[in-house]
């Protein structure tokens, strides 16, 4: 019985060709908590493994046919693919859209390359090592959660989950794929949009010589084209659109793009829009626009870190604007594209954000277990709209009596504004800010009164609260308070929400409203981020169950929202 492929849809909408094979589905699979197999020779083509697993789902999760929930400090992967000889005329890149944490990739019996860090995507050209017919590919991923160099967000270092600390996620968790070239080809671009002047300046890395060419579109309306004979390099250009469609919050206008150069064809879009702040306002498109975001971990009770379908990335964005959010933060994750391509579709706005629980920040050594990963989540993220800042840390704890190393953090966030200007950048949310754009704080309490007491001193003493102002000084920065609600509301005993929770559906709704207004009625405050779209295993203070059921009806929360926020034009 043939097995459908899971998540076939193509994982990059944003930079696409026609031209590729998606190697999602059974593959052979082992454990290898002896981190052995190198030596035992499981590269090699032939050697046999002793599973079978399913393809982009890790071995923890339910779908992936596994379902092993302890530690695994090793695991291998092995396929064979059929490859044509029209399809080894160009180059042939073997791509992954993430592997936690060390990946090695071998073709037939030959190491491809390997990469470090277990959220973003990468790629190897291995063309040189293929065949015309039977082609093994063997994977194999190291991770140790327990690792103070290694980022692993909200998995958990013990054996269960505890806390806020979840499933862990080891190996393969989103698709793997080949992409067939041209010798000469595009390797990425970049959008630089102007809202003043309607144009867009590109950037575009190209391989090879050849006629270049590059067509925008609105609506099947071309906007405007770009031209030159025998390019190569790289390409700096400006097109002067014919129609200003802004990107705006609710309304994800998105200007379609489609590259040629020589032989090779891509299919992009653009969102034309601007963000900056101005005082404590943040401006899209120079207009004040109150961020109603919810924090959205982005795990799924029978995928773990992985959505079970395309569809289920969208719903997560619905179920978001159905309560009445416009945004998220993309929390302790690095969300896959074709969530941001959801969210830009939607209008909805997004915080790029790291994983960086699992680094202890209070040793010099853990940019290292940073910096390489989060340049390449700049680099693959820049050009999404939706995105409209990005923060790199969240809550930077001392550990075991030594400070967090506050140069680390300053040079994560130095590296950001150098790579993209064009965005604020918050370098740690809650606590300990060292170097930051937006000072942002988090708050649990459950009292609405002293809630609300705690930020109305922002308007009339302009004195930010903050449980750490031992640590950190609010010097008048723009803010926003980026967690704050997590009011429980369990399914059963055993899980949890912060403080003590309401005893009733209508306290648990009087409560929700009066932290909430607290902000929308605060003039100095840009935003607000509710604690959480969904329950995530024990931690039950979500709108909706781990399986997407809503607690309450919707509209409730929709209504609460939905009015215009003090700051907001």
Known sequence: MMVQIPRKEYPRPQFERENWLNLNGEWAFEMDNGRSGEARGLYQEGAALAD???????????????????????????????????????????????????????????????????????????????????????????DNTRDRLIPSGKQSHEFKSFGCFYTRTTGIWQTVWMEFLPTEHIERVK????????????EAALCGTGDFKAEIFFADEKMGEYTAENADGTLHFTVALKEKHLWEVGCGNLYDVRFTFGADKVKSYFGLREVRLDGHKFLINGKSVFQRLVLDQGFYPDGIYTAPSDEALENDIKLSLAVGFNGARLHEKIFEERFLYHADRLGYIVWGEFPNWGLDPSYADSIYGILPEWVEELQRDFNHPAIVG????????????????????????QVTKAFDP????????GNFHVATDIFCVHDYEQDPDIFKDHYDKLMTEGKLFDNHEKRQTYRGEATFVSEYGGIAWSQDESGWGYGNGPKTGEEFIDRFRRLTDALLDNREMFGLCYTQLTDVEQEQNGLYTYGRKPKFDPEIFRKILSRKAAIED
């Open 191 to 202: 959008y630089h949009p102007n809202i003043a002047d309607g144009s867009v300046t590109v």
């Open 52 to 142: 079978k697993i399913l393809v982009p789902f890790c071995p923890e999760s339910e779908l992936s046919g596994i379902g092993h929930k302890d530690f695994m400090y090793g695991v291998w992967y092995k396929r064979t693919v059929s490859l044509t000889e029209a399809q080894l005329s160009g180059r042939v890149i073997l791509h992954f859209g993430a592997v936690d944490y060390h990946c090695k990739a071998y073709v037939n019996g030959v190491l491809a390359g390997e990469h470090k860090g277990g959220y973003v995507s990468f790629a190897f050209d291995v063309t040189a090592l293929l065949r015309p017919g039977a082609n093994e590919i063997t994977v194999y991923a190291e």
């Open 422 to 429: 064009t965005r604020p950048c918050i370098d740690t949310s």
């Open 390 to 413: 990005w923060c790199p840390y969240n809550e930077t704890w001392d550990q075991d009596g030594r400070k967090q190393f506050d140069d680390a953090l300053a040079l994560v966030y």
